[in-house]
């Protein structure tokens, strides 16, 4: 298969639960696959499958995409205290990610997780500073 070749994934399930089956360079098996699976198998009571096309090697990211080496810090709310399990002796917790932003910030009802291109000291401290508003928002709202 070359760059801008198409293939034909077959996907399956509903909402948050899909998968891929298969993928096939023809449309053609692709659909027989459809077709035994929806049909034949025994699987056919429980899943509906169908095709979806796509051209191999395709970005759909405007300009060039960049991976970055990001610096993760991640605190927990209930405490104050970062996950240290992810690290071990000091050290740091680093990831390569797709993205465009310099800090990312990832926050859920029990942590919040932040990510620096700049350091993992950076990390932290931004971390801190989320973490402080959230505690200033949870004795506003007469929250503990």
Known sequence: MNKGDKVYVVRFGEYSDQGIAAVFS??????KYCYVQNNISENYLYDNHWVDEYILDECKIEGTPIIKRYYVATLEKETGDFFEDELSAGD???EDCLYTKDVIVEETDFYIM???????EHARKVAIEKYQ?????QLENGES
């Open 26 to 31: 023809s449309e053609e098996e692709a659909e």
């Open 133 to 137: 508003i959230y505690t200033q928002n």
């Open 92 to 94: 740091e917790r680093i």
């Open 114 to 120: 932040v990510k620096s291109t700049k350091s993992y």
